[in-house]
């Protein structure tokens, strides 16, 4: 009896020890061929005028009423918008989407653009800068700007517009009158240069879960309001050499940009 008790002992014995070698051995498996899932990000810029669309069948027959209560019609409207970055709510990197796009509202093949990199699925913040911050606003690099005469005057600090909006304003009488709404480095009257930019950081959270397309709306209108109201029989032109007008766009321009439509397809 004592024989077969102690039998049972070792073969107890050895089961537990076949047990515990077999736990000390083990490994978790980890696949090999799990990657991220990584998308890159479509923008689609809209524009209107407190809520009329303003696009390329339109923008030079519409009439438009400012705050100040002018009437106007735009000829052109060209504006840059850069650095354009997502930064992730879970991880806080920043992913650099775009270094600039020139959005020019006679060429609807400019309201679009796709980002320059694939940035994983989650949850983000954007952020970008309106016209090109000190870094990026250097003189004549830029190949393509140079081709659209983009260029800001040397003699008022180099670099390139933010904006041009041009037209006419008091269309609804006899004597309408053009304005050149141009918007750029500031000189002030020391005859320094003061970077004019705006760089926005919006709320919004935006989820990025497949074919992610955001929506930058920009009211046109905000130009002209908020917090300076802005009277054209005063500021009409020229403007790039008028450091005041030059800050009351900065200002101005604050407000104007919203985030639309986010849609995952």
């Not at 107890?12 to 047990?19: D, F």
């Not at 909006?165 to 240069?193: L, Q, R």
């Not at 009409?236 to 900065?250: E, G, R, S």
Request: charged share 20%; aromatic share 12%; hydrophobic share 40%.
């Amino acid at each position: 009896m004592k024989l077969i008790k102690f039998f049972a002992f070792i073969f107890i014995g050895l089961g537990v020890l076949s047990c515990a070698e077999d736990n000390d051995d083990a490994t978790p498996f980890v696949p090999t061929n799990v990657t991220t899932p990584m998308t890159s990000v479509d923008f689609k810029l809209s524009n209107d005028f407190d809520g009329t669309l303003v696009d390329n069948t339109n923008f030079t027959t519409l009439t438009l009423t400012n705050e100040n209560g002018e009437v106007l019609r735009a000829e052109r409207i060209r504006y840059l918008i850069s650095k354009l970055e997502l930064t992730s709510v879970e991880t806080g990197t920043v992913y650099k989407l775009k270094d600039y796009n020139l959005l020019d509202i006679s060429d609807e093949t400019t309201y679009n653009f796709t980002s320059d990199i694939q940035i994983p699925l989650g949850n983000y913040k954007l952020s970008m800068v309106w016209g090109f911050n000190e870094e990026d606003n250097v003189d004549g690099v830029y190949v393509d700007l140079n081709a659209a005469s983009w260029g800001w005057p040397q003699g008022l600090g180099g670099g390139y517009h933010f904006l041009q909006f041009d037209g006419k304003y008091n269309v609804d009488t006899a004597s309408p009158m053009p304005f050149n709404f141009h918007n750029g480095t500031a000189k002030n009257a020391a005859g320094e240069f003061e970077q004019n930019f705006v760089t926005f950081a919006f709320d919004t959270d935006i989820l990025i879960a497949g074919n992610t397309e955001i929506e930058l709306k920009m009211n046109i209108a905000e130009l002209f309001r908020n917090p300076n109201t802005w009277d054209l029989n005063v500021l009409d032109t020229p403007l790039m050499p008028n450091y005041t007008a030059q800050k009351m766009m900065q200002q101005n321009v604050a407000s104007v940009f919203s985030i639309g439509t986010i849609s995952n397809n």
